[in-house]
């Protein structure tokens, strides 16, 4: 009796894939090829060790009929990644990696995309979902992603882009992926003013958090220290405003980023922090603006008395009429700027020193009984309704209703179905009190999502870190009041509805890790932000914890070493996480330490 080939053959590879688990089950000798970041909600692979190469001819199918820009420009860009990427292990440095798998003799031809809802625009809340099937060769040449809206497909093009490796293009085979974020907001906030970046640093940044499958860019384009946004109805804030005209953002660069956004499944969120941190708008509109162009901190005052949080000095008069009509033409041509239905307003950190110092406030402290939190929210009272008026949620930091000194009194000013307020304070504690209060919040808290911290401070003259080399507390905090630098893991293990209730968690829209400028540039920008970035993004996308509910930084360590020098790869310059040796090693760094649940 003579056996059918493809039966032998199906046979021949069945006892292969068993041989090679039954050889690698320990699993940190090799490493899979389905190291995709972020980590998707479900993985099956019903043939393990099983691949295939792409053939020469690869190409995506995707829908000419209704088209979709947006999508049409996504698919050419990962078909451009594709064809040139030839990712390889890096722990796969001594070996073949290909000599532990079963290849498929039948390339893999194509990736049929299917969208369920070409039209469902890029804002909060939109679907992302998409399963993505690379079934066995000798079932079907052709692969499948199938995706509820064209922002989802993108989130499954990045997944396939992660699955191809290897000088010849091999993906595995057998694999199903299932694929959901568990939060709708996955950001990143930057700060432009302090420091100046081109705007190829911010399209640069914008695609590395599409790899990451980040979807908000949060642009904190102004503040004291510099106004570089070009306005068609205030041309004087730039012009006087701006480092100089080589550091500006024109209507023109603007629709590029906001384009780019689009193209790359990511909201630009615009913010341009009022009242406070405005000492930028004096140079064209000096008498609306409070202790403009003072020293921050002046000599023999006590911290309470400071004129603003950090050098840089500056905030709106609320009580001033041209105050308004200038606000109300910066938000108006920002509103048509920017089609995202967020509005960031800022609110934070409104100094009263700042305020005290204006004859008319002082005036109406003493004469009319008033207090600065009064007046306050006079300003949010005026300026909220233009925000709205456009159709645009406003979302403020959360100093505007839980400062300890100036702060809105009176709920009923921000109604929860047109606020949202970002935290930065208090870890948990702060997100509690807001969800808690029937608002949506984003997270932002510093203990462990600003990236800027632990570079030291920047403040010259300061002796307050000059301590003897016997005392226990040198520098302790990293040099910086938000010290000490938060590693990757600090960002990757943070749990953001920490002591929420099921009704408070659902009002958690998602979280951003952030960028402030006074220390860093383009120069620094990758490093600063790669990798981190990334391990807040899987926290975001599919939790921190395995379905055991076990945290899991452990495992993720060597997934986002792998990705690290895949993300440099592909021209995002992202610091290491570890020498190149416990790549080459796996296993051999890590400790000896039980690893607890937590």
Request: net charge negative; glycine share 6%; aromatic share 10%.
């Amino acid at each position: 009796m003579t056996s059918h080939p493809i039966a032998t053959s199906h046979v021949f590879s069945t006892i292969l894939t068993a041989l090679l688990l039954l050889i690698h089950s320990s699993a940190t000798a090799l490493p899979l090829p389905v190291n995709v970041w972020p980590k998707p909600t479900s993985i099956s692979w019903s043939s393990p060790y099983t691949i295939a190469t792409l053939s020469p001819a690869f190409q995506f199918d995707s829908p000419t009929s209704p088209s979709n820009h947006y999508l049409s420009a996504a698919v050419a860009r990962y078909h451009r990644l594709i064809s040139s990427e030839r990712h390889r292990p890096i722990s796969d440095t001594t070996t073949t990696t290909t000599n532990f798998f079963s290849t498929s003799p039948t390339p893999l031809q194509s990736l049929s995309i299917s969208v369920a809802d070409l039209a469902a625009p890029l804002i909060h809340g939109v679907d992302e979902s998409y399963t993505l099937s690379i079934p066995p060769n000798y079932l079907s040449a052709t692969a499948n992603l199938s995706a509820a809206t064209v922002w989802g497909a993108m989130r499954g093009l990045e997944t396939f882009s992660q699955l191809v490796w290897g000088r010849r293009r091999r993906v595995p085979v057998g694999l199903e992926i299932r694929d959901a974020p568990l939060f709708g907001h996955r950001g990143f906030l930057l700060d432009t003013s302090r420091n100046f970046y081109p705007v190829e640093d911010i399209l640069r940044t914008i695609k590395a958090m599409s790899h990451n499958k980040m979807n908000v860019f949060h642009w904190h384009i102004t503040d004291s220290h510099s106004f570089p946004l070009e306005l068609p109805s205030e041309p004087g804030l730039a012009a006087k405003g701006a480092y100089g005209r080589g550091m500006r953002y024109s209507v023109a660069d603007v629709g590029r980023v906001v384009q780019y956004g689009y193209e790359h499944g990511v909201r630009v969120v615009p913010e341009v922090d009022t009242p406070a941190h405005t000492g930028s708008w004096a140079g064209a509109y000096p008498d609306i603006i409070t202790c403009a162009d003072k020293f921050w901190w002046p000599a023999g005052s006590p911290w309470a008395d400071r004129l603003a949080a950090e050098p840089g000095t500056g905030q709106l008069n609320p009580l001033h009429p041209k105050t308004y009509e200038v606000v109300g033409n910066v938000i108006n041509d920002i509103a048509s700027m920017f089609p995202e239905p967020f509005f960031h307003g800022g609110a934070d950190e409104v100094t009263p020193g700042c305020w005290k110092a204006d004859p008319s406030i002082q005036s109406f402290l003493s004469q009319q009984n008033g207090t600065l939190s009064q007046i306050l929210e006079t300003f949010i009272n005026k300026t909220l309704p233009i925000i709205t008026s456009h159709n645009k949620t406003a979302v403020y930091w959360e100093d505007v209703i839980l400062a300890p000194d100036v702060k809105v009194n009176n709920p009923a000013v921000f109604p929860p179905e047109h606020t949202v307020f970002q935290t930065w304070n208090n870890g948990p504690n702060n997100t509690k009190l807001l969800t808690a209060a029937g608002y949506r919040v984003i997270v932002s808290s510093w203990e462990f999502y600003y990236l800027d911290c632990g570079h030291g401070d920047f403040l010259g003259n300061d002796s307050q870190y000059d301590r003897p080399p016997t005392s226990s507390d040198v520098d302790s905090n990293g040099g910086s009041w938000c010290g000490p630098y938060k590693t990757w893991q600090k960002v990757y293990n943070y749990d953001i509805t920490h002591g929420l209730s099921e009704v408070e968690k659902g009002r958690v829209l998602g979280a951003e890790v952030a960028l402030w400028s006074e220390q860093a540039d383009g120069a620094v920008l990758d490093a600063r932000v790669w990798p981190r970035a990334a391990a807040m993004a899987e926290a975001m996308w599919s939790g921190n914890r395995d379905e055991k509910g076990v945290k899991r930084y452990a495992e993720a360590t060597d997934r986002l070493n792998e990705w690290r020098y895949r993300m440099v790869g592909r021209g995002i310059m992202a610091e290491p996480i570890q020498p190149l040796w416990c790549l080459r090693n796996p296993g051999m760094c890590n400790t000896v330490k039980p690893f607890v649940a937590q």
